[in-house]
């Protein structure tokens, strides 16, 4: 899927974006290490943490996309940003660390690609991984259900197909256990407290709901958000402090190279 | 539910169960802080954790049970333990933070219990809980099949009874935001590897499973505990290296008094 990713729209609800890094971050046990890869960096909001926890470090950011790695030599001009795809690239050294927060999700065939990221690292080295596992929640089911219920069905056939159901958290440690002297798996849903339906649009705009709306333009893709946003309603109760909750769940990893 | 709770039991499995209250800890935006209690504090592993955090304030533990308690006098000899419940406890003075590492899941009504925590912070202090959601997980769902299917159903009847399903995440939030400035809830699953069958027995023994085997004795013990380990062995599937897998969901809460 060709597109670039908008790094305005994605920073909108940062505090909340960057928590999931920090999380991941925080299981790292992690002393001093040498080259530290920042693997679709986006806008440089995780490869800011990584700097800030390895002072030491050489960390450098990877991304497929042009306006995230402008966004991100803005915000830390000392840190080394560089094009590129996780099923693609390479390192002129092993890392100590690969850190790929919110992005593997869009990556095919994890059965190679995982086992491609352990053999990048240096023997102890670690792979930390966060992907959405938000598929079944009304937010991304509703996404679909409009699609094939409007005048855009034809033109939106194929945008379900840009991210995969994950797989089991079992299928993760099976595929990674043999390589690895220590397999850490984790799924945390996040309850995100929002200022009612329309920033549950605004929040999947800047990632999932992009292939369901890149294609579509003028009147037409504001008549799908409308739908959208109806069909978002029937499953986001207000709250007691007038807000809704969005219970976003994303699935944790983290494997040390043996 | 009159009950003592084995501190040597509940440690086999130290380094695992000290991880939810670490990332518990975590997400507290909480400096220098006074009076910080830690509700439930069994063996002393996390009032350990509220000492290291919190060098400056003055730390206290509470707990149900004497052979807990003994544990941790022994194990943190400068920190003042008391014993008491969750529903009955007073201070003297406003605490900064309650923090409540897998204890209120056995404790009921909660409507009345979480706003009476908060009624006993001083305003801008936080109430921390985290418990067990894991009721419907294979390895609670095997105590109670295995309990209505043998020779002790009758003596057996009210185990499962010594712990409700929890809320929803929505529930606790509509709970407590009318007297919160912020309320925080996720809930993780961790996977944790474990040497087979025998050590998800082994690890259920410390806590879950105590109702259901305290009832029991000599060779009626071990025969429940044999079916329930062959029930397990229908769920839990033996991994790549050999292990096991067991799930363990649990719900995190973080409320800030207003």
């Known amino acids: 899927m060709a597109q670039d990713w908008n790094a305005r729209q994605y920073l909108k609800f940062e505090d909340e ?20 890869v920042d693997l679709g960096c986006g806008p440089g909001n995780s490869t800011e943490l990584l700097v800030a926890r390895f002072p030491g470090a050489q ?61 990048l690292l240096a023997p102890g080295g670690f792979l930390a991984v966060q992907m959405p596992d938000n598929l079944d929640e009304p937010s991304h089911a509703a996404m679909r259900e409009t699609a094939h219920n409007g005048p855009w069905a034809d033109k939106l056939a194929g945008a379900a197909g ?18 690895a002297a220590r397999v850490d798996i984790w ?27 890149d294609p579509l333009d003028g009147e037409e893709r504001d008549a799908f958000l409308a739908a959208y946003a109806e069909r978002l309603a029937r499953h ?5 402090d007038g807000k809704v909750l969005l219970a976003f769940p994303r699935l944790f990893l983290v494997a040390q190279r043996a």
């Open 162 to 179: 840009a991210r995969s159901p994950l797989p089991s958290a079992e299928h993760y440690y099976d595929l990674l256990i043999p390589h």
């Open 236 to 240: 986001y109760r207000i709250r007691a």
């Open 17 to 36: 974006r960057t928590r999931p890094p920090r999380d991941l971050l925080a299981q790292l046990p992690l002393d001093a290490p040498g080259l530290c």
């Open 187 to 213: 799924r945390t849903t996040y309850q995100h407290p929002l200022e009612g339906i329309p920033a549950i649009v605004e929040w999947v705009k800047g990632t999932g709901l992009r292939p369901f709306i």
């Open 59 to 119: 960390v450098m950011g990877i991304d497929t996309s042009p306006d995230m790695l402008a966004s991100a030599r803005a915000r830390l001009p000392s840190v080394r940003f560089e094009a590129g795809d996780a099923s693609h690239f390479t390192l002129e050294q092993p890392a100590d660390l690969i850190f790929a927060n919110a992005v593997l999700q869009w990556v095919p065939d994890h059965a190679r690609l995982f086992p491609r990221l352990l053999s």
